[in-house]
């Protein structure tokens, strides 16, 4: 069993930054792919960002080269530094783990961009 909790939403202004985290827990071992995802109210859930245990990454054409996606292996963590963020962004982030074949989903953080 997986467990996830996020930190860093919040309030931010359009074109400034957040960070958020996701620290994974349990008994882990070599977790393969982590990710963000969001959903804004009124849509479906969408991929944000990705990235391997090798660390190849992938992203949403919309937030390409404003967000990027890393991780601690040694601390099973994933981040999103969010930079130039738009109103757009606006959502619930849900960290995601894939682990041995099974799908681990974060409580949600809101993040909200103000104009």
């Known amino acids: 069993q997986v467990q996830l909790v996020e930190s860093g939403g919040g309030l931010v202004q359009a074109g400034g930054s957040l960070r958020l985290s996701c620290a994974a827990s349990g008994s882990i071992f070599s977790i393969d792919s982590m990710g963000w995802y969001r959903q804004a109210p009124g849509k479906q859930r969408e991929l944000v960002a990705a990235i391997t245990g090798g660390g190849s990454t992938n992203y949403a054409a919309s937030v390409k080269g404003r967000f990027t996606i890393s991780r601690d292996n040694a601390k099973n963590t994933v981040f999103l530094q969010m930079n130039s963020v738009k109103f757009e962004d606006t959502a619930v982030y849900y960290c995601?783990?894939?682990?041995?074949?099974?799908?681990?989903w974060g409580q949600g953080t809101q993040v909200t961009v103000s104009s």
């Open positions: 995601h783990v894939y682990y041995r074949w099974s799908s681990y």
